[in-house]
């Protein structure tokens, strides 16, 4: 079974950048979709961006599309979300998934899920 683990949030403020990484054990990283989700105080989880294990094609939800990034080190078995450009209304718990499919993760599931790490943005 696939074990995420995420870290890298923190308190920054507006304009700033975090850099959050999620490690994967097992060394079947390679054959997972990852993704990064998000959920905000008072509203419900929304999918943020995701990455293929195929061809490391990516999806961002419009939200977030040109401040963020995400990204994968195969090698390190860790899958990355580096946030520029940061907006108080991107404070949120962000998690890490995984699936067999990126489309899955586009939609919402995911096999494998992280305990979340806390990003909050101060104006």
């Known amino acids: 079974q696939v074990q995420l683990v995420e870290s890298g949030g923190g308190l920054v403020q507006a304009g700033g950048s975090l850099r959050l990484s999620c490690a994967a054990s097992?060394?079947?990283?390679?054959?997972?979709?990852m993704g990064w989700f998000r959920q905000a105080p008072g509203k419900e989880r929304e999918f943020v961006s995701a990455i293929s294990w195929r061809d490391g094609s990516t999806n961002y939800a419009d939200s977030v599309k040109g401040r963020f990034t995400i990204s994968r080190d195969n090698a390190k078995n860790t899958v990355y979300l580096q946030m520029n450009s940061l907006k108080l209304e991107d404070t949120a718990v962000y998690y890490c998934a995984a699936a067999q499919l990126r489309a899955a993760l586009t939609n919402g599931r995911g096999d494998y899920w992280g305990q979340g790490t806390q990003v909050t943005v101060s104006s």
């Open positions: 097992g060394r079947t990283f390679s054959s997972y979709a």
